[in-house]
């Protein structure tokens, strides 16, 4: 009876084990290996648009591909046209002006200052047809352009100064017949060749994005999972989650890690508790401008000089245009560690008309937030000083009209007068322009968001955490480890110490003087 | 002079474990603090923590020996002879006069080491290990939480911490120099590594009246010992 009890109890002990050895080899997969995995399905279109007879057409004019795209999705136009890439405005809650209607068409920045007089060639990103002035309809669902955001041919290219329309080079028909899923190359046509130029404004967006490598960026890595913007920046309806805080005030529809990576996806629960106050990007956007320089300042009082009467280009060694006519003289930076601040999703803006004091900087997007706030964590931002028009006398920035179709419409890019440029622009904007303009100190804040470096690469603790010249050594309000201490206590302490020792040295030293003195009674 | 069992082996275990993770802490430690770089901010920071758990468990060891062999009592501080042993160490043992107290099984600490070690054991690493757990466990303030147990700053948590980790390393400097003024330079070295020491032999005279003291009974039958002479 015993045997059989021993021989059952050794039985269930080998099942066991071995039960608990099988059970590890079926280990759930990480989060990550799952993410990896659904990314690894790439989304392919359903139908073959090549078939449908009403795309095998010799388009002459883009509206008609999108009365042909339209004619099978419906609706869907009007889904554009609620969105802000059509409007290039939000109804936004901004603190201490209220509820205002605010975007591209309206707000300044200190980059190209604002579209306005400047349709013609600002309109090029914009996702219609002809936008140059205020007879456009936005209501004519045959001016949405389908194709800049839904080609995946990588020809469709839109016209310069033609304010939205295509290049005629542009086949039509072909691209027309090749539409899907907006691809990096769709998106980034415009977003990153905001301000005129690859990587101008962002310094997280630009061309190297169309194809990047790993290291510059983890997610869309083209030797990696290969993700798209759509992937993250999901859409439903045609409104696209994510926006840039140069336009946007409030803390909604934001693209955030957390969505698929969880709120504490580390294996380290000192790293996860990180997370209360320090966004992802933080640690895992070590550097930006990695592979292509981006602008970090923009002085406008430079501009207007010209050689023989004649606009002109000045280039450093690196090919990087540090001066031109047009637009003044402008700081580059490449491989450049952010800067870095509180942040509690929302942003204020510099409205238009709005006045201010010209003897400090002026930020044009202040951020909101600090360590006190239980919603704030601190994000890499990049930020851009410029020295740009003002009107004296009223105390506000100016808008000048900048492009120029004709000589003498005022266009400064044609004419060179800032007060011709001025009182049009402002004409444009319906605000009176005294006649008297300067040059003021401005600054923009870029919350930095893309660029994710491998995890290897991500910033490591020593780099916050040390007493000289840390990433965060700006950064007030708070204790760090690592960065802070109290001086009186080190005093102290040190003092202690060293008196300690000291005592030690005489004491010993004195006792090995007097070493054979007294009676040594013991 | 008699060879004498003093410390037992747990006593010694119990010490030289605790100053080897106190020694390591202190490293650590101050490498969180910023004082040096040696095994990188993140390394320190793990091995800080697995030496504070290590020094808790032992902690729970010590106070449990403590207390069942009633070792405390060795411990309690005392005004007889404390001046007695300041003069010693300011005067006597300059003219190689003998120790005023003597170092016995039931009487291991003379006056100024019961006054010290009891600090330590009272106020010192209390302090640093409770500064040291609301460290490990700080929060930073956030909402969705209980806001009355959010603290707003880690700063002060941090600095009692660190003033208790410079009163243990300046302990610890004091605590070496200190062993070598025993009978001799290595005596009491010796005796924490091997356990036995040459004491005198002879207990007082009262003591040889009350029942032999058993390790267990510890100063308390020493004490009873006093009162009888009374």
């Avoid at chain 1, 809650?93 to 209607?101: D, F, S, T």
């Avoid at chain 1, 090749?178 to 101008?200: A, E, I, K, L, Y």
């Avoid at chain 1, 690469?457 to 700006?474: F, Y």
């Amino acid at each position: 009876m015993r045997r059989i009890l021993l021989a059952l109890l050794a039985l269930a002990a080998v099942a066991g084990l071995s039960f608990a050895a099988l059970r590890k080899n079926e280990a759930e997969p990480t989060p990550l290996a799952l993410l990896k995995e659904r990314f690894a399905h790439k989304v392919k279109p359903s139908v073959d648009h090549t078939r449908f007879a009403q795309l095998k057409v010799a388009f002459k004019r883009p509206q008609d591909v999108t009365a042909a795209c339209i004619s099978c999705h419906n609706g869907r136009a009007a889904e554009v046209m609620k969105s802000s890439h059509w409007s290039w405005d939000r109804t936004e809650y901004v603190e201490g002006k209220g509820i205002r209607a605010i975007g591209k068409k309206n707000v300044l920045n200190n980059f190209c200052i604002g579209v306005s007089g400047s349709q013609q060639t600002c309109d090029k990103c914009h996702i219609g047809y002809g936008w140059a002035d205020a007879s456009f309809d936005l209501k004519d669902p045959l001016n949405v352009d389908c194709l800049a955001c839904h080609d995946n041919t990588s020809t469709y290219v839109k016209a310069a100064g033609a304010a939205g329309m295509p290049d005629p080079s542009v086949d039509l028909t072909n691209v027309a017949q090749h539409v899907g899923r907006p691809q990096r190359s769709d998106c980034g046509t415009c977003h990153f060749f905001g301000g005129g130029g690859n990587n101008v404004k962002h310094g997280d967006l630009e061309k190297a994005l169309f194809d990047p490598s790993r290291d510059v960026d983890v997610h869309m890595a083209s030797d990696g999972v290969d993700m798209q913007c759509v992937d993250c920046h999901t859409a439903s309806q045609h409104q696209i989650l994510g926006k840039a805080y140069s336009l946007s005030s409030m803390n909604r529809n934001r693209v955030e890690c957390e969505s698929c990576h969880g709120p504490m996806p580390h294996a380290d629960d000192v790293l996860n508790d990180h997370t209360y106050k320090v966004a992802c990007q933080t640690c895992h956007i070590p550097t930006y401008a990695k592979v292509n320089p981006t602008k970090l300042s923009w002085d406008w009082s430079k501009a207007g000089k010209l050689k023989d009467g004649k606009p002109y280009e000045q280039k450093d060694a690196s090919g990087t245009d540090v001066y031109m006519s047009i637009k003044g003289s402008f700081v580059w930076g490449k491989n450049l560690e952010p800067d870095y601040v509180w942040f509690d999703g929302t942003a204020s803006h510099y409205l238009i008309g709005d006045t201010f004091d010209p003897t400090k900087p002026l930020v044009l997007n202040p951020l909101d937030g600090s360590y006190d706030d239980p919603d704030s964590k601190i994000v890499p931002v990049k930020i851009h000083r410029a020295n740009q028009i003002y009107d004296t006398r009223n105390r506000y920035l100016i808008q000048p009209k900048l492009y120029s179709s004709h000589p003498g419409d005022g266009g400064y890019w044609g004419d060179f007068s800032w007060e011709r440029a001025a009182e049009e622009g402002m004409k444009d904007v319906g605000l009176p322009y005294s006649g008297h303009y300067g040059f003021a100190r401005t600054e923009m804040y870029w919350p930095l968001n893309h660029m994710i470096a491998p995890k290897e690469k991500a910033v490591s603790c020593g780099e916050c955490h040390t007493r000289q010249g840390g990433r965060l050594a700006k950064l007030g309000g708070f204790y760090m480890p690592g960065r802070d201490r109290s001086p009186w206590v080190d005093r102290f302490g040190v003092g202690l110490l060293a008196l300690t020792l000291v005592g030690v040295a005489v004491h010993g030293g004195a006792r090995f003087a007097f070493r054979n003195h007294g009676q040594g009674e013991k | 002079m008699k060879r004498t069992y003093v410390y037992r082996s747990f006593e010694r275990f119990w010490h030289w474990t605790q100053a080897a993770l106190i020694l390591f802490l202190a490293v650590t430690g101050f490498e969180i603090h910023g004082s040096f770089r040696f095994f990188g901010f993140d390394h320190a920071v793990h091995y800080h923590a697995v030496a504070a758990w290590s020094f808790l468990v032992l902690i729970v060891f010590a106070i449990f020996w403590h207390f069942t062999t009633g070792e405390w009592k060795q411990y309690v501080p005392t005004w007889e002879h404390l001046r007695a042993q300041a003069d010693y160490y300011v005067f006597g043992i300059f003219r190689n006069a003998p120790h005023p107290t003597k170092k016995t099984v039931l009487s291991k600490l003379n006056p100024l080491q019961k006054l010290t070690y009891a600090g330590l054991k009272l106020l010192v690493i209390p302090g640093v290990v409770v500064s040291g757990l609301l460290y490990m466990f700080y929060r930073y303030p956030q909402r969705h939480e209980v806001l009355g147990l959010n603290v707003r700053s880690l700063q002060t948590i941090a600095v009692l911490h660190t003033a208790g980790a410079f009163l243990l390393v300046t302990f610890l400097v004091a605590h070496l120099y200190l062993m070598t003024t025993g009978h001799t330079v290595t005596s009491n070295l010796k005796a924490m590594i091997t356990g036995y020491e040459a004491l005198e032999p002879d207990p007082p005279p009262v003591r040889a009246e009350s029942p032999s003291p058993s390790p267990a009974g510890g100063p308390v039958a020493a004490l009873d010992a006093i009162a009888v002479a009374d």
